[in-house]
């Protein structure tokens, strides 16, 4: 099973500010590789597929890089709508998916 | 519009048995699996399996084989999760959602289960 671990598990910023998020997956998912937001009492929303591609509808603000074992996601100039919960998910085993822990962006 | 539709809170006993649906509209839904995501209270999300309504075909998360059944009925657009004998550790949120070749791409809005004597 892939093992997905995400960093930091919290990340204090200010508005205006850039967050980087970080992902390590135990072994290579190529770029097979997704970011979610998740606000609180809400369904998560798919911000990021194919490691760098943003998905309908999300901000130029959000951009994911990485390959293989090591992703980032960066949120440039934070709104007050970005503090939420962030997952990232691999699915190099497609059908079968693993989520990180999360980081909350606070 | 794609949707992902799940039914309402439930409030149950241990040891109760208990199916939760989801109808998935506004695309053809025998062609995209369904993914059903477990959130426990506070924490973050796990991946329990999935089901392609086109054949039935189902995976199932180590984690969960033998603890949950998955099914669908492709006539009614609607797949379903069901439990035989509820745990108190089974309260959660319970997401059902698409997955694209590319990642999860609809979300419901979630299931509330609770267990409790």
């Known amino acids: 099973e892939i093992v997905m671990t995400q960093s930091p598990a919290t990340l204090s910023v200010s508005p205006g500010e850039r967050a980087t998020l970080s992902c390590r997956a135990s072994?290579?998912?190529?770029?097979?590789l997704a970011w979610y937001q998740q606000k609180t009492g809400q369904a998560p929303r798919l911000l990021i597929k194919?490691?760098?591609t943003r998905a309908a509808g999300i901000p130029a603000r959000f951009s994911g890089s990485g390959s293989e074992t090591e992703f980032t996601l960066t949120i440039n100039s934070l709104q007050s709508e970005d503090f939420a919960v962030y997952y990232c998910?691999?699915?190099?085993?497609?059908?079968?998916?693993?989520f990180g822990g999360g980081t909350k962006v606070e | 519009e794609v949707q992902m539709v799940q039914s309402g809170v439930e409030l149950k006993k241990p040891g109760e048995s208990l199916k939760i649906s989801c109808k998935g509209s506004?695309?053809?839904?025998?062609?995209?699996?369904i993914v059903w995501v477990r959130q426990m209270p506070g924490k973050g999300l796990e991946y329990m399996g999935n089901?392609?309504?086109?054949?039935?075909?189902?995976r199932y998360s180590p984690s969960f084989q033998g603890q949950v059944t998955l099914s669908v009925d492709k006539s009614i657009s609607t797949a379903y999760l069901q439990w035989s004998s509820l745990r108190a550790s089974d309260t959660a949120i319970y997401y059902c959602?698409?997955?694209?070749?590319?990642?999860?791409?609809?979300w419901g809005q979630g299931t509330l289960v609770s267990v409790s004597s």
């Open positions: 194919g490691a760098s």
């Open positions: 959602a698409r997955l694209d070749v590319a990642g999860v791409d609809y």
């Open positions: 506004g695309y053809s839904f025998v062609s995209y699996w």
């Open positions: 089901i392609y309504p086109g054949d039935s075909d189902t």
């Open positions: 072994q290579s998912v190529s770029s097979d």
């Open positions: 998910q691999q699915y190099k085993n497609w059908p079968f998916l693993t």
